[in-house]
C-alpha cells in the first residue's frame, strides 16, 4: 500500500469508522477496553433483507498486526487478521486474512457465496480510506 504502516495500522484499529466506509458494515460500537484488546458490537448486512449482529475481540499489536475474532454461537469460526510491514516511511505491505464459517447451513452459503468479493472490497475500501483521510499515495 502506497501509505506508512503506522497509518494504515491506525485506519484499521478504528472499527467504530467502518460503517463511515465498508459497504457492508451498518454499525460497529466499541463496549470495552482493557489495554490492547478491545470487544465490538458489530452489525454488518447482507443482501437487501438480512443483517447479522455479533460481538468481536480484536487485539492489537501495534503496529504490526491486529486479529478479530468472534466467538457468537452464530460463527463455527470468525477471523479477521491483519499484518503490516513497513517497506519505506510511504508505503507497506498488507496481508488480509478472513475466515468466516456460519453455523446455519443458509447463513454459510450466503457467507461462501459472498466471502472473496467481500474481502477483496474490504482491501479496497481501506485504500480508499486511506486516501481520502492522508491524502493521494505517496509511496
Known sequence: ????????FDL?????????????WRSA????????????????????WMSLQFHTRTRLDPPTG???????DIFENFRISWHFE?????????????????????ISRIID???LETARSMVEAFETRARVIYGPATG
Open 29 to 48: 460500537h466499541i463496549d470495552r477496553r482493557e489495554g490492547d484488546v478491545y470487544y465490538t458490537d458489530q452489525r454488518v448486512g447482507i443482501g437487501l
Open 12 to 24: 484499521v484499529a478504528d472499527v467504530e469508522r467502518y460503517p463511515e466506509f465498508l459497504p457492508l
Open 113 to 115: 457465496l459472498m466471502l
Open 66 to 72: 491486529i486479529e478479530v475474532t468472534s466467538e457468537e
Open 86 to 106: 513497513a517497506v519505506s516511511e510511504t508505503s507497506c505491505r498488507v496481508d488480509f486474512e478472513l475466515s468466516c464459517d456460519a453455523r446455519s447451513p443458509m
Open 1 to 8: 500500500m502506497p501509505f506508512g504502516r503506522d497509518q494504515f
